[in-house]
C-alpha cells in the first residue's frame, strides 16, 4: 500500500510553523509526525500538501493510496483501523478526514474536507491531534511518552557515569552521550538523550522531556517538563513546556516557557520570553487564518516563532508574540506581538528583510551545520517573501 500525509485547513491555523513545511514534518514529541508515521507503518511517506512546497515534499501515486491526515499521530489501534479501510471510504472524527482509501483518480480531486464524496466510518476512540499551535506543548507531554515507548522498546539504555544524579526509571540514553554531574527527575515523566547529545555540568533536567541527537545542553540548563529540544541545538538557560523543532540555538541564560521555535532560529543571550500576562488573563495570539488577534483560552502561553528567524541581546517578547518567518530582531524595547516575516527590526522602526540579504544569512548558518540550502528551500522561502511582506 502506498501511504500518502496529506495537509487540511489544520495547516494555516498552524502558522508560521508550517509556511516552509507540511504539517507532518513538526517535531512533536521526540519524532515528528512524519516520523512516527513512518515507524508504525514501516514505510515511507509522500505528501499531498501546498503546491509551493511540493517541490522539496514531493507526491508518490500509485494504483492503491491510503491518505493520512499529517496533524493526526499515529497509534496502533488508529493505525489497525486505517490498514483495513476500503476503497472509497474515508476514516471520520467529527468534521475532519483522518484517513481514506483511494485510487489515483481519486487522490488527484482530493480536497481534504468534503467527507461527503466517500462512505464514511467514524472513529469513536481519542485521538492525538494537532489543531492550533498550543496544542504542540500542551499535549507534548502525551507524544513524548507515545514516542519514548516505540523508540526504547525491547532495547536497552546505554551506560552513563556514576558523577550523575538520577531520580526515577524512565531514562533512556542512545550511545555517544557525553553527560556528567548532571541531576535528572524522570519520576514524573520519561527522559530520552539522544545520540551524540553534550549534557554539560551542572544542568538539571525533570521530565518528560527529550532531547535529540547531535544537540548540546549548555552549563547549568534548567529544564522544567514537557519539553522537546530537536536535533543539532544548543540550549542553555531555563526552559519550561516548549519545543525547539532542531537546528536551533538558544544558547545563554533567559526564560522561555510555553513556546515553540522553529528552524534555524537563534535566540540572543539573555533573549526573555513572557508565558503568563500581569493580569492572568487568557493570551491572545494572531492568527493567520483571520488575520486577526484571537484568544487561545490558556493562561499560559509563551512566543512561537517561525523557521530562520532571530533576535538580538536582551530581547523581551511579550506573552502570546507570533514571529513569522526569516525575521531579524533587535533593539529596545518589547517588539510588537506580531513580527511579521521577513521583518528587520523592533518596535516602531521594522523594515522589510533584503530578501537577498536574508538567503544569504540563512546559507551562512546552515553551512555551519555542513547543509546547504537547496533551491527548491529558497523557492519556499521566496514565496513566503511574496506573500507576505505586503503586511510590512
Not at 200 to 224: H, Q, V, W
Amino acid at each position: 500500500m502506498n501511504y500518502i500525509l496529506f495537509d487540511d485547513k489544520t495547516r494555516e491555523n498552524l502558522l508560521p510553523l508550517t509556511f516552509t513545511k507540511p504539517t507532518a514534518e513538526l517535531r512533536f514529541g521526540i519524532l515528528s509526525i512524519r516520523e512516527k508515521w513512518e515507524k508504525h507503518l514501516n514505510a515511507k511517506l509522500s505528501y499531498l500538501t501546498e503546491d509551493y512546497l511540493s517541490e522539496k515534499y514531493s507526491l508518490q501515486i500509485e494504483n492503491e493510496n491510503i491518505l493520512i491526515n499529517g496533524s493526526v499521530c499515529p497509534s496502533p489501534q488508529l493505525v489497525s483501523v486505517i490498514s483495513n479501510l476500503q476503497p472509497n471510504q474515508a476514516l471520520v472524527a467529527e468534521t475532519s478526514i483522518i484517513a481514506c482509501h483511494l485510487d489515483k483518480e481519486g487522490v488527484r480531486a482530493f480536497n481534504g474536507q468534503h467527507t461527503s464524496d466517500y462512505q464514511r466510518d467514524e472513529y469513536q476512540s481519542e485521538l492525538l491531534k494537532i489543531s492550533q499551535p498550543w496544542d504542540l506543548f500542551q499535549k507534548n507531554g502525551e507524544a513524548i511518552q507515545q514516542d519514548f515507548d516505540i523508540l526504547t522498546k525491547d532495547r536497552n539504555s546505554a551506560s552513563i557515569s556514576s558523577t550523575n544524579m538520577i531520580l526515577g526509571n524512565d531514562l533512556f540514553v542512545e550511545e555517544g552521550v557525553s553527560m556528567e554531574h548532571v541531576i535528572i527527575n524522570s519520576a514524573k515523566g520519561p527522559v530520552y538523550i539522544g545520540a551524540n547529545v553534550e549534557i554539560m555540568e551542572g544542568s538539571m533536567i525533570r521530565g518528560p522531556f527529550a532531547i535529540c541527537n547531535d544537540s548540546t545542553l549548555k552549563l547549568g540548563t534548567k529544564i522544567y517538563g514537557p519539553t522537546t529540544i530537536g536535533p543539532h541545538s544548543k540550549v542553555g538557560g531555563e526552559i519550561s513546556n516548549s519545543i525547539i523543532m532542531g537546528y536551533s540555538n538558544k544558547a545563554h541564560d533567559g526564560f522561555m516557557g510555553n513556546s515553540l521555535v522553529g528552524e534555524w532560529c537563534n535566540l540572543g543571550a539573555d533573549t526573555n520570553t513572557s508565558n503568563l500576562k500581569n493580569n492572568y488573563g487568557e493570551v491572545k495570539i494572531w492568527s493567520y487564518s483571520s488575520n486577526s488577534f484571537e484568544s487561545t483560552g490558556l493562561q499560559y502561553c509563551g512566543l512561537i516563532m517561525g523557521d530562520h528567524s532571530k533576535c538580538g541581546i536582551n530581547t523581551m517578547f511579550n506573552t502570546g508574540t507570533v514571529v513569522g518567518v526569516n525575521a531579524n530582531i533587535f533593539g529596545s524595547g518589547f517588539p510588537s506581538k506580531h513580527i511579521p516575516s521577513f521583518s528587520w527590526g523592533i518596535s516602531n522602526d521594522v523594515k522589510t528583510f533584503d530578501f537577498d540579504k536574508a538567503i544569504k544569512l540563512a546559507k551562512v548558518v546552515m553551512k555551519r551545520r555542513d547543509i546547504n540550502l537547496e533551491a527548491s528551500e529558497e523557492k519556499i522561502l521566496r514565496e513566503i517573501y511574496n506573500r507576505t511582506v505586503k503586511n510590512h
